[in-house]
């Protein structure tokens, strides 16, 4: 395939991704309510979307464009102790519910990302999240999965190829950090 026809194939993406704007304002609105009131928006994932995880939840701790305070996030996926002890105990399907069960706290926000949007681990984390006042964000692919059904937010991107899903919550993601960051500290 020739390079140039992959760029289509992202700015085409990226064109109907943009219908969803009106989405992201709503999730910023959500993430901004839970950082307002003292609490922390947590992220969870598996493979890539584990990464996009840590890397959204630094953005927001560290500094996303501006030199300013911490905001509360954090990933799930970060604690390999945890994880492989939750794991082995409890099944791999729980390690994300049970850490929230431990760290979360009711008013946070879980933002689970998934490009199917069938991850059984983040599916328990929205049930478990649900039981403790927690709001829940979904960004999956293209039809959403059983995460849509379960989010209070689902952000299903424009695809159902992975990649191309990924390259598409990353950049959703930087967009959020960008308007949070921009609300909390305006220039």
């Known amino acids: 395939m020739k390079t140039e026809l992959l760029f289509d194939t992202i700015i085409e993406n990226f ?5 969803q704007s009106t989405l992201l304002d709503d999730i910023a609105k959500t993430w901004i309510a839970s950082l307002e009131q003292g609490n922390t928006v947590i992220f969870c994932g598996n493979g890539g979307s584990a990464a996009d995880s840590q890397h959204l939840s630094a953005e927001l701790v ?9 905001l509360a996030a954090l990933s799930l996926t970060v604690d390999t102790s945890a994880i492989t002890a939750i794991a082995n105990d409890f099944g791999y399907e729980h390690v994300f519910a049970r850490q929230l069960e431990g760290v979360g706290k009711k008013g946070d926000c879980l933002v689970g990302i998934s490009t199917s949007g069938n991850s059984q681990n983040i599916i328990n984390a929205f049930l478990k999240a649900k039981e403790m006042g927690i709001k829940t964000v979904a960004f999956t692919g293209e039809h959403g999965g059983k995460m849509k059904e379960l989010a209070d937010i689902c952000l299903n991107v424009p695809s159902t190829v992975t990649n191309s ?19 909390f500290f305006a220039d």
């Open 165 to 183: 899903v990924q390259e598409m919550h990353i950049a959703c993601g930087h967009i959020l950090c960008e308007i949070v960051e921009n609300h």
């Open 62 to 70: 560290g500094r996303y464009k501006k030199n300013r305070s911490a």
């Open 15 to 19: 064109i109907k991704l943009k219908k």
